[in-house]
């Protein structure tokens, strides 16, 4: 095993500590998409018909799958804030199980090499 090798290991090793201490730094997580979206009353005098600037709203939206369908529910602005925050925690714990993947993709043969060489 050359000491390029050695050093590529550590290398990995030092980033892969990162991501496990960016893991620890993850909060609740929650799944599926919150958006923030305004609504068309079902009133027909009423002026969100016509007038973008005068629809109603913004309301917090929530969805998600369940079972293979997508389920749509409305949320508090409490709940909106709430699930807006856990979903981008679950998005970032996503990329950095990615990246961790990525680590040992690479990793795993430069270990394999050192274990194999005499």
């Known amino acids: ?21 960016e893991l620890a730094q993850v909060g609740f997580l ?6 923030h979206q305004t609504a068309i009353c079902g009133k027909t005098t009423c002026a969100c018909r016509t ?3 005068r629809r109603h709203g913004p309301y917090y939206v929530w969805t998600r799958k369940v079972r ?3 389920v749509t529910r409305m ?5 909106g804030e709430l699930y807006t925050e856990w979903i ?5 714990l996503d990329r950095t199980i990615k ?10 043969p ?9």
């Open 88 to 92: 981008q925690n679950r998005r970032r």
């Open 68 to 70: 293979g369908k997508t």
């Open 30 to 35: 929650w799944v599926g998409t919150v958006i």
């Open 51 to 53: 007038d973008k600037a």
């Open 1 to 21: 095993m050359s000491s390029a090798d050695d050093d590529r290991i550590r290398k990995y090793e030092e980033v892969y500590a990162e991501l496990r201490r």
């Open 110 to 118: 430069l270990i394999l090499r050192r274990s194999n060489s005499p």
């Open 99 to 108: 990246k961790m993947m990525s680590i040992s993709k690479h990793l795993a």
């Open 75 to 79: 949320l508090t602005d409490a709940e």
